[in-house]
């Protein structure tokens, strides 16, 4: 079965591209909404938070956790921002 | 209109844009990096931004505050890179016909900006560590930067 | 500190005089000459003040504005004399550790000059008329202005 | 008797000047307050309104209204100021 099985690219930013090593990575994934993408990749982007303090983007467009992952997608996960 | 430059900042042409004969309030907000944050004393900063979201959400941010604020023009600039203490991380600037829009608009602008847009601000210290603000939980790394003005 | 010039004023040279490394938040006002003022089409403005008290009462504003909002540097400077429309009549800054005082202490400092300190605006209007702002029965004099920003 | 009399000069602020025709003047007065004085020089500032918004000083210090006047004093009338 490959149901639900999707290729999507994953960004990090700031702390997260230190801790991942690399800036984006094509993934397989069954994720099926952005926050599965973040847990999925905990790993990699080493957060020790659940991802409330951080926000996500999928296809360059500001996303919710809940927002569905779509095959192709590149999902952005950016950690707590510090503007200003 | 909002932008992220690598450029130092210029508040003095910021401002001339802004230039309004209908404007008779003006208000501007600059964020300079400074050498101090909850106790570190900080060399330099570095700021990290993703343009594309910067300039969606940031375009949001300036429409948001004219609907709240009738102003009749506003500016944001962010800058990215290595910058030394004293330089301008990120300029606001508001011209309004009365003062009080100029005001809250400038605040609203700026508080806004710092929570929504994909910036990121890491602290490089006197003793030579160095620890990316707000993200002391986030990964491990090394210093404890915490949430900053 | 505070000043009143017959001079343009050049809040580029101003800013930079606010310069300090413990400064993250820096909050500046201007007020331009519109052309405009309730209803009435403005040509320039004119611009008197009695500078002895201007001072002395300018400087307790700006002690006021400390005490509520502890800042790190503050000045203002107003013009007085003829003023064409877009050019800016007095100005504000502020720079304090964070944006908060900055803010705060600039509106409080804005607001207070124009209640308290002697300075007044003659208003000249393209139909040849001018009256004093906010003095429109106090004496019998042609115009009806009334309280501009 | 010159009791309570004094001498004092009163300077003119903005419409106050443009009104009297004169910027100050020395005047002999029975005054004992600055709302004396405001209302012993109506003819001459011409303010059609109590002193509610205007504001006086005496000897280059901000006053009130209530504040003695006293022999030698300068008092300045100021109309409703307009800064900023």
Partial sequence: MTSGMKTITVRYFAVFREHAGVAEEVRRTTATTAHDVFEE?????????PNGHCKVAINDHMA?????VNDGDTVLLFPPVAGG | MIEVT???IDPFALQQSLANPAAGGYCAFEGW???ENEGNEVERLEYEAYDPLVIEEGEKVLVEARERFPYLS??????????????????VG????????AFKACRYIID???????IWKKEHYANGDSGWVNCERCASHGSAAAIAD
Same sequence: chains 1, 4.
């Fill in chain 2, 74 to 91: 506003a500016r944001c600039v962010h800058r990215v890179g290595l910058l030394e203490i004293g330089e301008c991380a990120v300029w």
């Fill in chain 2, 94 to 101: 508001v011209a309004s016909k009365h003062r009080d829009e």
């Fill in chain 1, 41 to 49: 990749t905990r790993d990699r982007h080493g957060s020790r938070e």
């Fill in chain 1, 64 to 68: 919710h956790w809940e927002t569905p």
């Fill in chain 2, 112 to 118: 806004e900006i710092k929570q929504r847009l994909p």
């Fill in chain 2, 6 to 8: 690598r450029d130092p």
């Fill in chain 2, 33 to 35: 990096v400074r050498n």
